[in-house]
């Protein structure tokens, strides 16, 4: 057995040190340049922008870490799964929405491999007794544990690049969100459709992620206002927000998998996406061409 004090200084020697060492060579590095150069007074800016954000984390992560806490102590968590079954009944949506509340809320500050192991086992046997596929499943759950990173008030990632760039914390956490919003539809794709993990024939696994990425291409159209090929639907007027709806309305269903628990099949979906998209995508160019 290896004693805990032997397991510190062996992580010391093969995590942290070099880490250390690599920051302290880019800092050397940079001051070898003149135009790159911080100084005293841009060091000790970095740090004091640092360390607020680091309070505000730790405050945040203190009570989330009360929260997982008292679900651990009162047995919420061990009883998780068959309640979760329980309120949604037959609803496999409901399951699935429920789910990824729950992830977020559990993968709240962990690391990437702590939150998957953690919600592999309170929230992933749920879905596994509802029928879904457990490849599907597992990356569900993976996902939206780790949307934790992009969504505040945690948004570790987020608070992150805003001690980098310098802006307001939670502002940059809220854009981070908005940017990244795509990816809080995604995960609901691989277990409405496990072609999506290739847990189908490759034909099929193309085919869906083929429809997929162009609808992603509408649904952040409708998300962020700037549609490709077109550019910026502000510049459409009192349109802009009617053609926004209607592009993200269309790529959904185009993204989104047919089949399955979903009431109509993947060709009638995309049938009607193209129903919707087409006329969109066409007034959408003539509004912005013509201003």
Not at 17 to 37: S, Y
Not at 70 to 75: M, P
Not at 83 to 95: E, H
Not at 98 to 125: E, H, K, N, Q, W
Request: with cysteine; proline share 5%; hydrophobic share 55%.
């Amino acid at each position: 057995n290896i004693e805990p004090g032997m397991r510190m200084d062996a992580y010391l020697n093969a995590g942290l040190r070099p880490l250390l060492g690599a920051l302290l060579l880019l800092v050397v590095l940079n001051e070898a340049w003149t135009e790159k150069r911080w100084g005293l007074s841009r060091y000790l800016a970095f740090l004091e922008a640092n360390g607020k954000t680091f309070v505000e984390l730790v405050g945040i992560l203190a009570g989330c870490g009360l929260l997982i806490g008292a679900f651990s102590l009162t047995g919420v968590i061990s009883s998780l799964a068959n309640d979760m079954l329980t309120i949604a009944g037959n609803n496999a949506l409901l399951l699935l929405a429920m789910a990824a509340v729950t992830s977020m809320i559990l993968g709240l500050g962990l690391t990437t491999t702590a939150c998957y192991i953690f919600l592999a086992i309170l929230v992933g046997p749920a879905l596994e007794k509802a029928g879904l596929n457990k490849m599907a499943v597992h990356m569900f759950v993976f996902y939206w544990g780790m949307l934790s990173s992009i969504t505040p008030p945690v948004a570790i990632a987020s608070f992150a690049a805003a001690g980098i760039a310098g802006s307001p914390p939670m502002q940059t956490g809220w854009e981070s969100m908005r940017v990244g919003s795509i990816i809080y539809f995604i995960p609901f794709f691989f277990v409405l459709n496990p072609a999506f993990v290739l847990q189908a024939p490759l034909w099929e696994s193309l085919v869906v992620s083929a429809t997929a990425a162009v609808g992603i291409v509408f649904i952040c159209a409708g998300l962020q206002g700037y549609q490709l090929l077109v550019g910026d639907l502000a510049r459409a007027g009192r349109a802009e927000w009617p053609l926004r709806i209607l592009l993200g309305a269309g790529g959904f269903l185009l993204a989104a998998p047919g089949g399955g628990i979903m009431p109509l099949g993947h060709g009638a979906m995309t049938s009607l996406a193209v129903a919707i998209l087409a006329p969109a995508f066409l007034a959408s160019l003539w509004a912005v061409r013509r201003a």
